[in-house]
């Protein structure tokens, strides 16, 4: 099954041919003992059922698909937002080399990150010469200004003591004793990514600032501290720092992986590239204020910038969409004193026009959505903004708290008075959901692809198409330089879904003198 050298074939077509098709049969017939195909479409047809989402629902022990990552997933992604920063992970080799797979499929872009690959030995005699071992030769081989340590499952079920350890390894002169070595306990076993880039950016803010907070004075340095929070599109990045230059507003943003994660290619590899500085972390309590952009996800930060930093932390909602734009900016006018620019305004202006132009696609279209908690409140306030009604809303790791505050919302609209909110649940209960009480649209990262799919298959009237937008996105390319953020992002959620709704619609009217009767085109 050699292929021809003067016609290499991808996956697909390549398993399409003749000599494959038959090898996978074969392996079907003889190998599998698989159910016949009618037994087969039976269960599937049985597991699209009201009496099956029952039974889903009320599992316990099992997750299927989770609708989230792990603690230290967060944690490198924090790291890598600062300034030749090496992300450190004590556990598992394995674990690190999902870490780095996952982002690269992301982004794009090789991922800088080390392990001290902890393995038997480690897990019953302790990790402590991993790390020793593993912080000298991480600095000497990568030469980083900094190192940022986390965790995986291994380090945590053994309790290993990162503080003991990274303090003794200054001891034995593995590293200099002030070497910045930062650390966040970061177990994958309970909460998740957003959890993690929580942890380490307390741990960063920590060790920089905690016992340094002498002669410091709010708002003697001028800036506005900005923390991203678990942030994958690096449009968001950008659009914010342009908004504020647009007001004149020094800021600082807390972690900006933007140029490590988007680097080009010109012949030199960039193992670091920008980031925020160590001196404007230990700089940051000198700032007015500092606004967490992603509120329900940096509870952790919040303590330690109210409770260290002496800054009130005032309460916003994430920037996404028009009201809650305006909202940010306000916010930020009110602390710093800048007016809101021409700029901005007219930007806001396009905005309502493009809003208005596009409503009537988007008016009573039904969306099912799932992620990340700010995403997916920020995108629920979004589709409530256009029209649109969310009737599924499904969110892993958020808390009781944060459901109240969406069906809050929800019950502030006429467009929200239908729709369910569910935590601690996964894509399997999200699938039975598509099938119950079908909405026009989902909204998603990649993973969803499997459910679409599995409606189609139930057939074309039952599908329930995937609008790829969160995290992670392996399966298109480049959406990660996108934006949601601000009156910027705000167009392009609207361009994504309107354009998704007349895709459909071009899709369901192609039938020549049947049903072409609906095209938004004049010959």
């Known amino acids: 099954m050699s292929q021809a050298v003067d016609n290499i074939q991808p996956s697909y077509p390549l398993f399409r041919n003749d000599e494959y098709k038959a090898s996978i049969k074969n392996k079907q ?12 479409q039976e269960t599937f047809l049985w597991s699209t059922t009201k009496e099956y989402q029952d039974l889903n629902f009320a599992r316990e022990a099992l997750t299927v698909n989770p609708a989230k990552a792990c603690q230290p997933l967060g944690a490198v992604l924090c790291a890598l937002g600062f300034e030749k920063t090496l992300p450190y992970v004590h556990g598992s080799q394995g674990c690190v080399a999902y870490f780095r797979t996952y982002f690269n499929r992301h982004f794009k872009e090789p991922i800088s990150c080390v392990s001290d690959s902890m393995t038997e030995d480690a897990a019953v005699f302790g990790g402590q010469k991993n790390m020793y071992d593993g912080l000298e030769n991480a600095k ?22 990162l503080n003991a350890f990274i303090g003794n390894s200054r001891k034995e002169g593995h590293i200099p004793a002030d ?46 501290n ?74 952790k930060t919040k303590k330690f910038v109210q409770g260290t930093w002496k800054h009130t932390a005032p309460k916003i909602n994430i920037p996404m969409g028009l009201d809650w734009t305006d909202d940010f900016l306000m916010k930020v006018s009110e602390i710093t004193g800048k007016p809101i620019s021409d700029t901005l305004l007219t930007e806001r202006g396009r ?60 019950a502030s609209s006429p467009y929200g008075t239908n729709c369910e909110v569910h935590i601690s649940k996964d894509l399997w209960h999200f699938r039975s959901l598509m099938f119950t009480n079908k909405p026009d649209f989902m909204i998603g990262n990649s993973y969803g692809k499997f459910i679409q799919r599995d409606t189609l298959h139930k057939g074309k009237e039952f599908e329930v198409p995937l609008i790829r937008i969160g995290f992670p996105i392996f399966d298109r390319h480049h959406m990660h330089r996108d934006t949601t953020l601000g009156y910027e992002g705000a167009m392009y959620m609207l361009r994504t879904l309107t354009n998704a709704v007349l895709e459909r619609l071009d899709e369901e009217t192609r039938g020549m003198g049947t049903t072409d009767y609906n095209y938004d085109l004049v010959r």
């Open 140 to 161: 000497a081989m990568y030469k980083p200004d900094m190192i940022a340590v986390s965790t995986t499952c291994m380090a945590e079920v053994i309790g290993d003591d």
């Open 29 to 40: 017939d003889n190998y599998e003992e698989r159910h016949s195909d009618d037994k087969i």
């Open 351 to 410: 905005l309502v026009d493009m809003l208005t132009d596009s409503h009537a696609w988007l008016h009573g279209k039904k969306f099912g959505l799932y992620g990340d908690a700010d995403f997916v409140l920020g995108m629920t306030k979004f589709l409530l903004e256009v029209g649109a009604e969310p009737t599924h809303i499904l969110c892993a790791h958020a808390n009781k708290r944060w459901k109240k505050e969406v069906e809050a919302l929800l």
């Open 226 to 299: 900005l923390v991203p929070g678990f942030e994958t599109y690096l449009g968001n990045f950008r659009v914010i720092k342009r908004m504020m230059a647009d007001m004149g507003v020094d800021a600082t943003l807390m972690s900006d992986p933007t140029e490590v994660l988007d680097t080009p290619a010109d012949g030199t590899f960039r193992m670091y590239a920008g980031g925020t500085t160590m001196d404007e972390v230990k700089d940051a309590p000198n700032a007015y204020d500092t606004l967490l952009l992603q509120p329900w996800q940096l509870e």
């Open 179 to 224: 070497y910045p070595v930062p650390f966040a306990h970061t177990p994958s076993f309970v909460g998740s990514h957003t959890t993690g880039w929580d942890n380490m950016f307390e741990g960063i803010a920590r060790y920089f600032t905690l016992n340094h907070m002498e002669g410091k004075e709010i708002g003697s340095n001028g800036k506005l």
